[in-house]
């Protein structure tokens, strides 16, 4: 009964480092989340629908250097995991909404695929937070064209 007991507790961890050295501007909060989906795409940031999302840092201001976080978690990951830091312009106050602008700080890291199993072997991630500001994708206008099925 304990060797199955045991052998429930599979897992996978992912933790790492925020470098913070190169921003200026250290006035912002910094936001770490850990984004899990089937097929995250390298460079992109997925939309807050696609998958699970948890905040796993939460500074008031941007560390003179650098911050650690870590997430640990029963069960495996839904396919892919990204770990993003996010210093917003303007502060979203308490109800935190994964929901970057323009002009904000924001780093990705690559796409991951933690292990997942009994034993911890956790994925290290290094980000590097910099005065680069964020541009927004820009939102596709209206269409004008008739419709051509009808």
């Not at 190169?22 to 097929?39: I, M, N, P, Q, Y």
């Not at 840092?57 to 770990?83: D, L, R």
């Not at 935190?96 to 994925?123: E, H, M, W």
């Amino acid at each position: 009964m304990l060797l199955a007991s045991a052998g429930c507790e599979s897992g996978w961890d992912i933790d790492g480092e925020v470098l913070t050295g190169a921003v200026t501007d250290k006035a912002h909060r910094l936001l770490v989340f850990v984004a899990e989906g089937r097929a995250l795409q390298p460079g992109v940031v997925p939309p807050t629908t696609s998958g699970q999302w948890e905040m796993v840092k939460n500074e008031p201001t941007i560390p003179a250097t650098s911050t650690t976080f870590a997430q640990n978690e029963f069960g495996c990951h839904a396919g892919t995991v990204m770990v993003i830091a996010w210093a917003p312009r303007v502060d979203p106050g308490p109800q935190i909404t994964f929901n970057p602008q323009t002009g904000d700080l924001l780093a990705l890291s690559d796409v991951r695929k933690p292990y997942c199993g009994p034993r911890s072997k956790p994925d290290h991630v290094v980000l590097t937070l910099t005065n680069q500001p964020f541009q927004a994708p820009a939102t596709p206008a209206p269409s004008t064209a008739p419709d051509a099925g009808r």
